[in-house]
C-alpha cells in the first residue's frame, strides 16, 4: 500500500469514527430532552406522543386528590387544564393554587403520567415557563374578549 493510501485510509477511518461518535452523543442528547409545553398546546395537540415533556402551570384550587402514594390533579394556564397523574412523595411546597412544573407522558387516554413534580421555592418564585403559560393564557384571553 503506497503511502498516499495509508493517509487516505486514515483519514476515512477518522471520519467514519468522527461520525458514529456524533450520532451516538445526539441520539443522547435526544433521548434526555424535555421540551416544555403549556396546558393550551397540550390540548391543542401540539405535545409529543409517547415522549417525556414538561407541563407548566398553575395547580389548580380544590383538584389535588390523593390515592395512597399516587396523587391526580390539575395543572392549569387558566385557559386550558391537563389533569395529572404522580406516584411518589411531592415536593413539600406544592399546593393549590401555586406554580408548579411536571415532567412526564401522556398515556392512552390523554392523562398525564408525571414521573417528576418540581414546585416553586418561595412565595414570590414561580416556575418561568409556568409564568410565561399564565401570561400567555391571559394575553390569549384578552385577545378573545376583546374580538
Known amino acids: 500500500m503506497k503511502p498516499r493510501h495509508k493517509r487516505i485510509a486514515i483519514i476515512v477511518g477518522a471520519l467514519a469514527g468522527l461520525g458514529v461518535a456524533t450520532g451516538l452523543v445526539?441520539?443522547?442528547?435526544?433521548?434526555?430532552?424535555?421540551?416544555?409545553?403549556?396546558?393550551t398546546q397540550?390540548?391543542?395537540?401540539?405535545?409529543?406522543?409517547?415522549?417525556?415533556?414538561?407541563?407548566?402551570?398553575?395547580?389548580?384550587?380544590?383538584s389535588i386528590q390523593r390515592d395512597q402514594m399516587t396523587v391526580h390533579f390539575v395543572?392549569?394556564?387558566?385557559?386550558?387544564?391537563?389533569?395529572v397523574t404522580y406516584t411518589g412523595i411531592l415536593p413539600d411546597l406544592f399546593k393549590e393554587g401555586k406554580g408548579a412544573v411536571v415532567q412526564g407522558k401522556l398515556?392512552?387516554?390523554?392523562?398525564f403520567q408525571a414521573t417528576e413534580v418540581l414546585?416553586?421555592?418561595?412565595?414570590?418564585y414561580?416556575?418561568?415557563?409556568?409564568?410565561?403559560a399564565v401570561d400567555q393564557a391571559h394575553?390569549?384571553?384578552?385577545?378573545?374578549?376583546?374580538k
Open 26 to 39: 445526539l441520539n443522547a442528547l435526544q433521548s434526555n430532552v424535555a421540551f416544555f409545553f403549556t396546558p
Open 42 to 62: 397540550v390540548a391543542a395537540g401540539e405535545a409529543p406522543k409517547g415522549r417525556a415533556f414538561r407541563v407548566g402551570g398553575m395547580v389548580r384550587e380544590g
Open 75 to 83: 395543572v392549569t394556564d387558566t385557559a386550558k387544564d391537563v389533569r
Open 107 to 111: 398515556n392512552a387516554s390523554g392523562e
Open 119 to 124: 414546585a416553586k421555592h418561595d412565595e414570590n
Open 126 to 132: 414561580m416556575p418561568p415557563e409556568a409564568q410565561h
Open 139 to 146: 394575553k390569549a384571553a384578552k385577545t378573545v374578549d376583546k
